[in-house]
């Protein structure tokens, strides 16, 4: 038996993060707040309306938004960030491309009859863009930017703790359509096949509309997806180039 010191072990690190989402709005918005309980910070990805349902349920979730991250800007993802914004002060990012759009929110709410002849408010303007490979992050949540133009030309998905957010790029067996302005379907095919099939097949994509889903299952059953593979000559398993995504480490 020896007599020297136990070793002792450091208190293994526990980050507790929370992910809940809403449907809000119109367009039936899937709004993510993603918070880690123990330091009680939060990001909230696409406050797309009910500003203070989303403010509720972080509350409920004991957590203070301090970021507002979006995956682009068209108004069903916008229309709640002033009023996110005015609870907690959080910054709003969004990719550069996606400006217009964003400047653009009032008169389109008015072109598609939402607004009942009232004004729509403006969303602000950023506090900061975002673009590929940076990070977003609060105290105790971090997520990565892939830059997936398609949708849009300034659409980003977040990725971090083993979720996707992936906004109205991948849906469950889908795209989002690309046929609004700034759309494109081969950059969209070529940002969800060349960039987010890189990441681990395991990951849980929470999109923008409709149900949650996977990697794995998207790329095993997501016609798009299967489609172009197949005019690729590529396998649903096989990935191919690197498409210069830098993977978080
Ligand atoms: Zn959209
Ligand atoms: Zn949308």
Not at 119 to 145: F, N, R, S
Request: aromatic share 4%.
């Amino acid at each position: 038996m020896s007599d020297q010191p136990q070793e002792t072990v450091d208190e293994p690190f526990v980050n507790e993060i929370e992910v809940r989402g809403l449907i809000v709005g119109a367009f039936q918005e899937n709004c993510w707040v993603i918070g880690n309980r123990r330091s009680g910070e939060a990001i909230c990805i696409d406050p797309g309306e009910q500003a203070d349902d989303i403010v509720h349920m972080a509350s409920e979730m004991g957590v203070t938004i301090k970021l507002i991250a979006n995956s682009h800007a068209h108004l069903d993802h916008v229309l709640g960030v002033r009023g996110v914004q005015s609870d907690s002060d959080a910054q709003f990012l969004l990719h550069e491309a996606d400006l217009d759009i964003l400047r653009g929110t009032a008169e389109s709410a008015a072109r598609l009859g939402l607004t009942g002849g009232m004004q729509v408010e403006q969303p602000p303007d950023p506090d900061h863009y975002i673009d590929d490979a940076q990070k977003v992050e609060v105290d105790g949540v971090e997520l990565h930017v892939i830059h997936t133009p398609g949708h849009t030309r300034g659409s980003v998905c977040f990725y971090g703790h083993g979720v996707l957010f992936s906004g109205d790029t991948l849906f469950k067996q889908s795209i989002g359509r690309t046929d609004l302005p700034g759309g494109d379907y081969q950059q969209e095919m070529s940002s969800i096949v060349d960039k987010l099939l890189m990441l681990p097949d395991e990951t849980i994509v929470l999109p923008g509309h409709m149900d949650q889903t996977t990697l794995a299952a998207e790329r095993a059953q997501n016609p798009f997806i299967l489609q172009t593979l197949a005019q690729r000559g590529q396998q649903p398993g096989e990935r191919r180039s690197p498409g210069g995504l830098i993977l978080p480490n």
